[in-house]
């Protein structure tokens, strides 16, 4: 008996219009009939998976973990969160999917190949701008989804960096959450799935050219794993409106050294700067580096409850505001002494390099008898 047009896989109804190559990949693809149906109407989908029509790096395919041109990959198009809620191809690259050829708005809708490369300014311009700002265009895909991402962004240290600084390097929206392939952020395939971040994370921050003239400095957990990295600016050849450090933001701010201190009572010394936390390790010291100024709640009790005294070791910039933090730091957690730095003197790392050790052991000695 023939089969009914109706009953049939929707492949069979385009077998015609396939190539050989085509047709095994959507095959491979476990996906639903209404996702396939999707794709083979839309003629974006069915010329970019065609190998006859294609060069390798346009070409739709089932490709392997860490291949060339991983973005092509079909199976993680055919995942895509827009994809399953019916938006394919032209929602961002524009034109229409039964257009047989590319319309001039394809090539008139993003900035030209350099330009874009440079400035990524425009990519959260882009996906705010007509979607994900727009209450009426969310409320037609996910009502759920929350419609001021391009504010929140703005006042991250990542949108400064893309929107103000233009630091092509900076994160943006698919930096994090990938180009094809997105998934909703609970799905464990997601890039921004909680146990994903630190990869996702490390694609910038822990790779060696992006952080190429800074000092790296892991921050370790009691069994030896990195779970943070900070970097610090070093090189002359960093552009000067680049940011001193660079770290995870995406995760909760660690202290330093806090998973090598044991009970003792040796003063446990605390400061904001990674420099001077590695010095003060180097000389044999217990040490917490806390990352900067700022003092959060979950560290102030950690503080608290630390089995050994504490030594606040100031920064003795210009502006005061080392010495203010640590005086905060000590009213917050109430209790410690504050270490005095000899007259002069910036910071722990320039008695280092000038070989006064001796002199800041003279001021830990007050500190502590204080």
């Not at 896989?9 to 999707?38: C, G, Y």
């Not at 970019?48 to 092509?72: A, I, Y």
């Not at 969310?138 to 990542?158: A, C, G, I, T, W």
């Amino acid at each position: 008996m023939a089969t009914s047009r109706y009953n049939a896989h929707p492949l069979s109804l385009h077998l015609e219009h396939l190539n050989p190559e085509q047709l095994a990949a959507f095959l491979s693809l476990d996906i639903a009939d209404e996702h396939i149906e999707l794709l083979l109407s839309d003629n974006c989908v069915l010329c970019h998976t065609n190998p006859d029509q294609q060069p390798e790096e346009t070409l739709f395919r089932v490709r392997d973990l860490g291949e060339p041109n991983g973005h092509l990959n079909l199976r993680e198009v055919v995942a895509d969160v827009h994809l399953r809620r019916g938006l394919s191809c032209s929602g961002c690259h524009g034109g229409k999917p039964t257009d047989e050829e590319m319309p001039d708005e394809i090539f008139d809708r993003w900035p030209d190949r350099d330009a874009r490369r440079t400035d990524r300014s425009w990519i959260p311009a882009f996906c705010t701008e007509a979607c994900h700002s727009q209450t009426g265009f969310m409320r037609r895909f996910n009502p759920s989804l929350p419609v001021d991402q391009m504010l929140k962004y703005r006042e991250s240290r990542h949108g400064d960096a893309v929107l103000t600084r233009r630091n092509p390097q900076a994160a943006q929206c698919v930096s994090c959450h990938g180009v094809h392939g997105i998934r909703r952020p609970t799905s464990p395939q997601s890039l921004v799935f909680p146990a994903n971040i630190p990869t996702t994370c490390g694609k910038c921050h822990a790779d060696r050219e992006f952080m190429r003239g800074r000092i790296v400095f892991p921050c370790l957990d009691g069994e030896g794993r990195v779970v943070h990295l900070a970097g610090r600016k070093w090189a002359s050849f960093i552009h000067p409106r680049a940011p001193k450090y660079l770290s995870l933001y995406g995760l909760p701010k660690p202290l330093y050294g806090l998973a090598q201190i044991k009970p003792s009572g040796e003063p446990a010394l605390f400061t904001e700067s990674l420099p001077d936390w590695l010095t003060l390790l180097q000389w044999g010291h217990a040490a917490i580096c806390n990352l900067g100024t700022g003092l959060t709640p979950t560290h102030v009790d950690v503080l608290r409850r630390l089995g050994r005294p504490l030594v606040y070791v100031p920064q003795n910039d210009a502006s005061g505001v080392g010495l203010e933090a640590v005086a905060a730091w000590r009213e917050m957690v109430g209790r410690g002494a504050v270490l005095e730095l000899p007259q002069g003197v910036k910071d722990v790392n320039e008695l280092a390099v000038a070989g006064r050790r001796d002199e800041f052991l003279v001021s830990l000695s007050q500190a502590t008898r204080s």
